[in-house]
């Protein structure tokens, strides 16, 4: 590997290349059902599921699609969120021989078109309260077949933190009509599944990538890849006893929630809490209920817990671990979990591409707003975009990856699959299309994305960077920082920012200053913009894009008295 500059710092007693496991991931819990039938697996909202009967409930799924006609290879749409139903959906496609497809439950009609079309799914798999979004792709003929489940048949009513109101009216035993079938009737129909044929090299998931430049592409992993990150984070984090419980908050079609929230802990055997819909006063409850000693988060839900109002009346004493991706943890925020439970935020990096970490912060010494180092089996440099020569410690560049949970390319995209993979010293790498560096000790930091840059009169502004600065305001609560036009510097800074609760009257000549007390002139915000929400995505990431464009759309309009100054920022998607 290119100068292993993180080798002193490698957790003890783990080695640094080994082989994993590479069978059906669906093996995984089998092999934690036999250990323990009777231990809790899953608990939501009340209802508690053992391991034996999770395994019996996704045999009999798995039967059931079997039934169905699913065979080794196809794809099944999974279009669900957070619950029992899910896991056991998941488990089950991969028992079936076949390759899970985690759908977005904030997807919609052009965009639930597209995915059945791409992957040629002909069954999907949805929550009840997505059937009416889903449904017209039957009279499309697009799919064949959707089992249906509710949430709130897995739940007890009358839980201290129940299930959130909008789901709560929903039962499978209404659903009808050609095509539908009960989740509860597919299980009761008790289908033997046939005898796992898929091996390493057979598809396991195809999720998603975001679609950042035309229709979202499939990335292909199979079940050898995914269980790189399953098989590596488990030995990564020093976890392993059966008293652990983990709070599942990130969405499981997400792959760091599939993989950190509900693959690695029913690999190890232990118990998982599941939150339908992120809500923070239903974490705080349920960590100290459930004794929770394990939250993988991103940053922006680590914010809002900590802006829970009273959350020094919570008990949170109970955890051992916290820590997640996505964005990089703002250091002021960082000061106040640790001040909050004594623990260090630890610091992840991974993509739909990697099927989650490819990087993570050693437990034992971690590094603030940083990626960490490469993981098991990784090698990962920092080149230059434009040439590919690789560039030493400090020099800012692409991170790219090598390692055994790299994709095998996307779904039917070869031209696509060619321009993501290049060769290295003869390997196979990843361009992640992320900008980085690497510190003398190895250790990976995150820049921006290749395409946020803002170009202010020559000078080179990230917008993560002016956005973890800004995070230390104590009167500010959440910000994202994006371009806008400028007649003579090009582009200028803008802030998009979100007031604490108390903070009404900060007005934005108060921020602008604090800012240039803080920060080189041309980082500072030249506008400030407030809202009561940034927009985000199911996965809790800001949604800086939408932001950005929002504001070139504003800035194209024709010039008059209404664009003399800053205005109120119109609503936000998902706001």
């Known amino acids: 590997m290119s ?5 002193p710092f490698w957790p003890t007693g783990l080695p640094w290349q080994m082989d994993f496991p590479t069978h059906s991931i669906a093996l995984n819990l089998a092999a934690s059902a036999l250990r323990a039938p009777g231990r809790v697996a899953l608990s939501f909202h009340g209802f ?3 391991y034996g009967d999770l395994w019996a409930d996704v045999e009999r799924l798995a039967g059931w699609l079997q039934a169905q006609g ?3 290879g196809d794809r099944v749409l999974l279009y669900m969120q957070n619950a029992p139903h899910y896991v056991i959906a998941y488990y089950a496609i991969l028992r079936a021989d076949a390759a899970v497809v985690p759908v977005n439950p904030m997807n919609r009609g052009a965009e639930l078109d597209h995915l059945a079309r791409d992957t040629g799914a002909r069954i999907a798999i949805a929550g009840t309260e997505l059937l009416p979004h889903v449904e017209p792709l039957l009279a499309a003929g697009l799919l064949d077949h959707i089992l249906v489940g509710a949430y709130a048949d897995m739940t007890d009513p009358e839980d201290e933190v129940p299930l959130f109101e909008a789901l709560q009216g929903y039962t499978d035993t209404t659903v009808s009509g050609p095509g ?4 509860r009737a597919a299980l009761a129909a008790n289908h033997l599944p046939r005898a796992i044929q898929a091996g390493p090299d057979d598809i396991a998931v195809i999720p998603y990538s975001s679609g950042t430049t035309g229709q979202p592409k499939g990335c292909v992993h199979t079940h050898a890849s995914v269980q790189a990150t399953i ?7 020093p976890a392993d006893g059966t008293d652990e419980v983990h709070l599942t908050t990130l969405p499981l079609f997400h792959v760091t929630g599939m993989q950190n929230g509900m693959s690695i802990p029913l690999l190890k055997g232990q118990q998982v809490v599941l939150l339908c819909r992120w809500n923070r006063e239903a974490a705080c409850a349920l ?5 929770v000693t394990r939250w993988r988060s991103i940053a922006t839900m680590a914010i809002d817990l900590l802006n829970t109002p009273g959350i020094d009346r919570h008990d949170l004493s109970s955890l051992r671990g916290i820590g997640g991706g996505g964005a990089a943890m703002p250091e002021a925020v960082a000061d106040r979990l640790h001040a909050l439970t004594g623990l260090d935020y630890i610091e992840g990096y991974g993509l739909s591409e990697t099927i989650a970490a490819t990087h993570i912060n050693p437990v034992h010494r971690p590094k603030r707003q940083c990626l960490g180092i490469p993981v098991i089996n990784v090698d990962s440099r920092i080149i230059d975009p434009e040439t590919l020569a690789e560039l030493p410690p400090g020099e800012t560049g692409e991170i790219v990856t090598h390692g ?6 996307y779904w039917r995209r070869d031209a696509a699959t060619r321009a993501a993979l290049i060769e290295i010293d003869g390997r196979t790498f990843f361009r992640t299309g992320d900008l980085g560096y690497r510190d003398s000790e190895g250790y990976f930091f995150m820049v921006d994305r290749v395409k946020r840059m803002i170009n202010a009169a020559g000078f080179k502004v990230w917008p993560a960077e002016v956005e973890a600065l800004m995070h230390a305001h104590p009167d500010l609560s959440e910000v994202c920082i994006i371009g806008t036009p400028d007649a003579r510097r090009g582009e200028t800074v803008k802030a998009v920012a979100v007031r604490r609760a108390g903070a009404e009257a900060l007005t934005e000549a108060q921020v602008i200053d604090w800012c240039q007390s803080r920060m080189a002139t041309y980082k500072c915000p030249k506008s400030v913009e407030f809202t009561d929400a940034l927009p985000k995505s199911a996965a809790g990431k800001v949604l800086w894009r939408a932001l950005a464009e929002k504001e070139a759309t504003r800035a194209a309009q024709p010039a008059g008295p209404a664009c003399a100054g800053p205005g109120a920022l119109d609503p936000l998607p998902g706001a």
């Open 48 to 50: 508690s599921i053992t």
């Open 231 to 237: 098989q590596g984070g488990a030995l990564w984090n």
């Open 70 to 72: 699913v065979t080794r």
């Open 404 to 409: 055994p949970q790299v994709f095998s390319g």
């Open 180 to 183: 539908l079938t009960g989740f």
């Open 287 to 291: 960590i100290a209920r459930h004794r």
């Open 3 to 7: 100068e292993a500059l993180h080798r």
